[in-house]
């Protein structure tokens, strides 16, 4: 496709109908558009969105809104305005190409350099229609340098978690970890995150039970939600039951209560992995899905979504990178990124089509029940892991939830309302009024054809067209 920055300086010339403004009115309206409000079912054809100080005020049938002397009226005509995306799972400082040892896994650059290398990325998610993100990760002295670039420049909403809660460092530790000897240093590191202005707390894989319990105490009295991966000593139910709001990941975790490996599943996908490559991989995981407990886990997912516990799904993470990957895509990674990546792709060329069916029919069956279940499934590119690029992963992800068998309206709201209820933004990611003015205004239907999403003609941010 064309550059969306390139579409987007085309859009303003055929878009912008502007009328004679005055200063004693400052009102937005995109008139005669097909609006994809996401809080609600299919589409409103031929209807006109109203905005004043960056909020929607009114979506109503084209002309109901009687434009107003001092109106900025845009017409239109043949687009559809979805909200502005949402990458729920994104590392914004990571480093994109492959981490060599003793070398950090964030960006490691200091001062200027580094501000310049987060704004890029930022810049890159508004091209590509995601007005927001939600950082799952990364060095603590950075966490300023993202909220000063939010005050100087339009960027997207940055959600951050900061560094990670981890148990004590390991052979695999990465820089974005603080680190937890037990549940004694719960208090003071969630003290320290809350003091820096972090949105949530991440957990990861090596925390035990009593750490766990600790930092969900921490959380709780600054009203921090936790969020993050199952770790290894703790069963699923244990995790929600004991405060994770939100599952980073499907794969194996959510399963593993039901399986003859309990806990040790992970790993024994690992080991596979480490022995026989990705053929290894894929093929332990179907051992463990195909012989679980489906009774075992349909009580567990009616629990979570009893719970209103959400789910990043990232399927692209758990099939062959070929499923996402194709020469357009390759050529916008950095080189370093870019060789990273043809590797991977090389060391999965073993893997039968028939085992990827396999994984896909496991995948898609999956999804199904937890989204039957009432789980609250979320989109996210876990963007640069596996090759993901800053902002166009996206659109790939959502094109997989829906050959994974979600509809295009649920692959939609994965990436905006859901994302948002996550974050607890309760006015953003949809379109109706009084939600925020985050919107992408695209060529193409999405919910006949997700590939739509990549037709972008404007991309607003509270209210604003970003223009760059």
Request: proline share 5%.
């Amino acid at each position: 496709m064309k550059n969306p920055v390139h579409r987007l300086a085309a859009a303003f010339a055929l878009l912008a109908l502007p009328m004679q403004a005055t200063a004693s009115h400052a009102r937005t309206v995109i008139a005669n558009t097909t609006v994809i409000p996401i809080s609600s079912e299919g589409a409103l054809p031929g209807h006109d969105i109203v905005i004043e100080d960056g909020r929607i005020t009114a979506v109503v049938p084209h002309d109901r809104a009687r434009p107003l002397e001092g109106d900025t009226v845009y017409d239109g005509t043949d687009l559809f305005a979805i909200p502005g995306l949402w990458d729920g799972h994104t590392h914004i400082a990571s480093r994109d190409g492959p981490n060599r040892d003793g070398e950090e896994a964030s960006v490691h650059l200091e001062g200027p350099e580094a501000r310049d290398t987060l704004t890029r990325r930022l810049d890159a998610y508004l091209a590509w229609g995601v007005t927001s993100v939600r950082d799952t990760g990364m060095r603590l002295d950075l966490v300023p340098v993202v909220r000063a670039i939010e005050g100087e420049r339009p960027t997207p909403r940055v959600a951050l978690s900061g560094p990670l809660l981890e148990g004590p460092r390991h052979q695999w530790s990465k820089d974005v970890e603080l680190n937890l000897e037990g549940p004694e240093d719960a208090e003071p590191a969630v003290a320290r995150l809350s003091g820096a202005g972090v949105d949530f707390l991440k957990v990861y894989g090596g925390l035990n039970p009593e750490t766990l319990a600790a930092v969900k105490t921490a959380a709780d009295a600054r009203g921090l939600a936790l969020a993050g991966h199952i770790p290894f000593t703790v069963t699923t139910r244990e995790a929600v039951r004991g405060g994770l709001t939100d599952i980073e990941h499907t794969y194996v975790n959510l399963i593993k209560d039901c399986t003859e490996a309990g806990n040790g599943a992970f790993g024994s996908v690992l080991g596979a992995w480490m022995r026989e490559g990705y053929t290894g991989r894929y093929t332990r995981f179907l051992e463990l899905y195909d012989g679980h407990d489906r009774a075992q886990c349909d009580a567990l997912f009616a629990e979570l979504g009893e719970r209103g516990t959400f789910v990043t799904i990232t399927p692209q993470l758990d099939l062959p990178l070929r499923l996402v990957m194709d020469e357009e895509a390759l050529a916008a990674l950095s080189p370093a990124a870019r060789g990273g990546c043809r590797n991977t792709l090389e060391a999965q060329e073993s893997v039968a089509p028939e085992l990827e069916a396999r994984m896909m029919a496991a995948l898609r069956d999956h999804y199904a029940r937890l989204a039957g279940a009432g789980v609250t499934l979320v989109a996210g590119s876990d963007a640069p892991t596996d090759c993901q690029g800053f902002g166009r992963a996206l659109h790939k992800v959502l094109e997989l939830h829906v050959a994974l068998g979600l509809s295009e309206q649920d692959a939609l709201a994965s990436a905006t309302l859901n994302a948002a209820r996550l974050v607890g933004v309760a006015d953003a990611g949809y379109l109706a009024e009084g939600a925020q003015a985050d919107m992408v205004l695209l060529t193409a239907n999405p919910l006949e054809d997700i590939t739509a999403t990549r037709a972008i003609a404007a991309v607003m941010r509270q209210g604003a067209f970003i223009t760059r």
